[in-house]
């Protein structure tokens, strides 16, 4: 520590030094226009939308995980919720944005390491309303959540 009792550059080890510079990548990135949101900017979300579907990568770094070393059920909701609520603003009618309403989620196996996909798709589109499923899959394809969710749809500001 330095005389203001603040941690040095040098004094970090290889894994806080990761994830700062993964929080400085994700400011970066946010600043860039790269990212909507300083949520998908910090967690490095790659967002890909076939039409029907919409899936968002994200790296499973340590900046993810609990206590037991594996990802936080928090960050696991934040990762579908945020492939729904991205589909749902995709397809809403023009002037209506959409906010989430209700999140039921099943946490089905542990993400570990490596990379996990969220994916979205619409179950039912209305005009007040919309739901829509979500899952999310680890690198070598085993589902580790499963949700729906309800969405309202609101006028854009």
Partial sequence: MDANNQITADQLNEKEKMIIDQVLKGFESKRQGKSSSYVSALFAMEHE??????????PVTPIVYNSLGIMHGG??????????GTLANKTALP??????????LHYTAPIIDGEITA???VLHAGTKTMVIEGWIETADGKRAAHATGSFFMIDKK
Avoid: H, P, R
């Avoid at 939308?49 to 994200?58: C, Y």
């Fill in 49 to 58: 939308f076939n039409g029907e579907v919409l899936s968002i990568k994200m």
């Fill in 75 to 84: 960050i696991t909701a934040t990762a579908i919720d945020t492939a729904m």
């Fill in 95 to 104: 002037g209506k944005a959409a906010v989430t309403n209700q999140l039921n």
């Fill in 119 to 121: 994916y979205a798709k």
